[in-house]
């Protein structure tokens, strides 16, 4: 039977062959140590909870609630942008609460996207950047990821070639997969290009707040001038460790901030309103919450880069986020990201995210996420250094297994 228009245009999602392999071993008994997925495994805050359970206990806050955010969830959140990058937000045309970050990429999608529409996307990147788009009959043009200056000769070849002119560019800083961050200098060029050719900015920001080395990612909205035409997005999943909550937001530009929130008005009602409520109180915390998440996720990055390279696994150090990217050892390069993430499963009983999952450019690469204890990242680690010192005898089995 012949798929659906917009299915087809998706391709097979990587990430489900893995954990289909990951629920095998599972059912069989294994203990898989799982760095794939970027589900965070810390609990929330308990004064978030406690909030979410004193509000929820009031009836009238189980009726529908607003698309756009509850008034005062939307000043929280202009109240963080104040403290945080001192920049100015309206929290009644420029700021719109969503359904994580992932919904308002989406939906900013098929707000502003019209059939043939061309999007400059990096390569690799989170999948819903490029996905977003395509669902909704755009093109994607890939661009470099670096945020330096090998970013731009290729941006402007793109937008030399592309027919029509591109709508928008989405940058992503701290990266998702890559771990790289801009710097603001970065983000001044950015704006200028955007502005040079009448081109939209979509920025993700959701890993703002997890970075290791004491210099905070800025936000592209501190460029003077950017608010005239960028939307940032963010979230409180990572943050606030909230991924099952379903809080993000998207602010900035009023005309791209009226789209989304009007395309929304026709999709939801907006999270519970005492998910809402919640996550109001965590955003007007006192940030002591949120430096706890970053020290735990910094010991357990430096737990694994050390650790996986006393294994033979190079794990560069992320400088922020959740996740770390790291090539694939060299013996096991030419297999690309799939098969070998598929074997660290059935030999080391260890799931990553192939990089090929972010994009053409990701294959070399693997995706580790810091979503285990520190114990469980040793224990990977002297798996996968079991697994690499058998790497000989692994390939001779893979090429026979191939050849039959």
Not at 179 to 203: G, P
Not at 286 to 306: A, L, P, Q, W
Not at 355 to 381: K, M, P, S, T, W
Request: charged letters at 20%; hydrophobic letters at 40%.
């Amino acid at each position: 039977m012949e798929e659906f228009h917009k299915v087809r245009r998706l391709p097979p999602y990587v990430f489900e062959q893995v954990n289909r392999l990951k629920a095998s071993a599972r059912a069989g008994g294994a203990d898989i140590i799982d760095l794939g997925m970027g589900n965070p495994d810390l609990p929330t805050p308990q004064s978030v909870v406690d909030k979410l359970c004193e509000v929820v206990k009031d009836p009238r806050t189980h009726r529908y609630s607003t698309s756009k955010g509850i008034p005062g969830l939307r000043k929280a959140q202009a109240n963080y942008y104040a403290r945080r990058f001192g920049v100015k937000l309206n929290p009644d045309t420029q700021v719109v609460a969503t359904l994580g970050s992932k919904e308002g990429f989406a939906n900013m999608a098929q707000a502003i996207t019209a059939p043939g529409d061309v999007v400059l996307c990096p390569d690799p990147t989170y999948p819903i950047h490029a996905f977003g788009f395509l669902m909704v009959g755009g093109v994607i043009r890939s661009i470099p990821v670096e945020p330096d200056d090998s970013f731009f000769p290729p941006l402007e070849r793109a937008v030399r070639h592309s027919i029509p002119k591109p709508l928008a560019l989405i940058i992503n800083y701290p990266s998702n997969p890559t771990a790289q961050v801009a710097s603001l200098d970065f983000y001044k060029e950015v704006v200028a290009f955007a502005k040079k050719h009448e081109i939209f900015i979509l920025s993700d920001l959701a890993y703002s707040e997890i970075y290791f080395d004491g210099n905070p990612p800025p936000s592209v909205l501190q460029v003077p001038g950017a608010m005239d035409v960028t939307v940032e997005f963010t979230s409180m999943s990572k943050t606030f460790s909230m991924p099952g909550w379903r809080i993000g937001f998207a602010v900035g530009n009023e005309r791209l901030i009226a789209a989304l929130t009007r395309v929304k008005s026709y999709l939801d009602y907006g999270a519970f309103t005492p998910i809402q409520v919640a996550a109001t109180h965590a955003l007007n915390g006192d940030g002591s919450d949120i430096e706890e998440v970053r020290t735990i996720y910094k010991r357990r990055r430096d737990v694994m880069v050390e650790s996986f390279a006393q294994a033979g696994f190079h794990v560069p150090p992320p400088a922020a986020t959740m996740f770390a990217w790291a090539k694939i050892p060299e013996k096991f390069r030419h297999l690309g990201s799939l098969e070998f993430s598929k074997l660290l499963v059935d030999k080391a009983h260890v799931a990553v995210a192939p990089g090929i999952g972010f994009g053409e450019q990701g294959d070399e690469h693997v995706r580790l996420a810091l979503v285990e204890n520190e114990h469980r990242i040793r224990q990977a680690a002297r798996s996968i250094k079991k697994f690499l010192s058998t790497a000989d005898e692994t390939l001779h089995n893979v090429v026979t297994l191939n050849q039959r």
